[in-house]
């Protein structure tokens, strides 16, 4: 496979499971990084992993759990959820910063229902 | 002020016109700029990227950056149906000198091209 990926795709879950999502770049990218998108709103950046550690949490609550076991997988594990985090989970990454062409590249999102 | 802001829209253009979408940023030390395309239920696609003043042409599309009034835009010219999305404009963020691509999204511009 190429580019990045995310599984599963879709995803319905109650407010009393525990599941996770899934993140795999296949770019030789360093950093990645998890985007939540609400039906539209803009994307809100919740986690940042570079060279495997994390470097920026933003105010996300602890429902959501972020791990990074190398620098081609990252995943979201979530518990206890609410309703109001059903949303577009995005996944991206990058090469490092500094020069002029650090664009991210994303996954095609994973469609979260919280009922 | 916003870090990187556009003009949510949403804007209607008709087929063949030209549509023009505007961004202002705040840092004036962004070097390197990002359009990318966001189709309804779809993750977002990179698909423009400048780093000089002046203009940038791809196709049908053109990016504008002048660095001295802090603004980008990104110019469609004879617009399609197909091309009705939300674009994203996009600039990196120097977060105390992160060594990651971390980038600051505008919140978007709905575009729809009607026939």
């Known amino acids: 496979e190429t580019g990045v990926t995310q599984t599963p795709r879709h995803l319905v879950m109650g407010m009393t499971n525990k599941k996770s999502l899934k993140c795999e770049q296949h770019?030789?990218?360093?950093?990645m990084y998890w985007y939540k998108q609400s039906a539209k709103k803009p994307l809100e950046l919740m986690f940042v992993?570079?060279?495997?550690?994390?470097?920026e949490n933003n105010s996300v609550p602890s429902r959501f759990s972020p791990e990074c076991p190398n620098s081609s997988h990252l995943f979201l594990h979530l518990h206890t959820l609410q309703p109001e985090d059903s949303a577009l989970y995005l996944c991206?990454?990058?090469?490092?910063?500094?020069?002029?062409?650090?664009?991210?590249?994303f996954g095609p999102g994973t469609r979260l229902t919280v009922l | 002020q916003k870090e990187v802001e556009q003009n949510s829209g949403p804007l209607s253009v008709p087929e063949g016109a030209i549509a023009s979408l505007n961004c202002t940023y705040s840092?004036?030390?962004?070097?390197?700029f990002f359009w990318y395309r966001q189709y309804s239920g779809k993750s977002p696609e990179l698909i423009m990227f400048?780093?000089?003043?002046g203009d940038k042409e791809d196709g049908r599309f053109t990016a504008q950056l002048n660095k001295a009034s802090q603004y980008v835009s990104l110019l469609i010219r004879d617009s399609q149906p197909s091309d009705s999305a939300t674009y994203l404009c996009?600039?990196?963020?120097?977060?105390?000198?992160?060594?990651?691509?971390?980038?600051?999204f505008g919140q978007g511009t709905i575009l729809t091209v009607h026939p």
């Open positions: 991206a990454s990058s090469l490092p910063g500094g020069g002029q062409r650090n664009e991210q590249f």
């Open positions: 770019l030789g990218h360093n950093a």
């Open positions: 400048i780093y000089s003043n």
């Open positions: 840092d004036r030390g962004s070097q390197s």
């Open positions: 996009a600039a990196p963020t120097n977060a105390g000198g992160t060594s990651y691509g971390k980038l600051t």
């Open positions: 992993y570079s060279l495997e550690e994390r470097v």
